[in-house]
């Protein structure tokens, strides 16, 4: 599955979270059927300029096969409307896996 401008990350938190205002540190929620490797592939996002994404956002990825969560941070934003988006490499933060 590829990205689809029409289902895009959702912008979740505008304070500054890690950095000053106007400075990156949005938080975004994005819901996918790809892994999280396809995700951080640089332009994958190919609108996040036009939705208002910057260098140090955080965006949150859910993977909806696996339930898997991921973190990546925003790495760069194309200065080129409409902005396609390089995000770093993900940190695991939850799975659909309970053990107990």
Known sequence: MAYSTSAPPRL???GGL???AGAGGQMWFYSTADTAATVDTS???T??????MRVGD???????GT???TTHRVVT???TA???VDLGDGTTVGSATNTD
């Open 12 to 14: 979740i938190n505008q």
């Open 18 to 20: 890690y950095a000053p």
């Open 43 to 45: 332009g994958y996002i």
């Open 47 to 52: 609108n996040g300029g036009d939705l208002g």
């Open 58 to 64: 955080t965006v949150i990825v859910q993977v909806t």
């Open 67 to 69: 339930g898997v969560l």
């Open 77 to 79: 934003v194309s200065t």
């Open 82 to 84: 409409p902005g396609a």
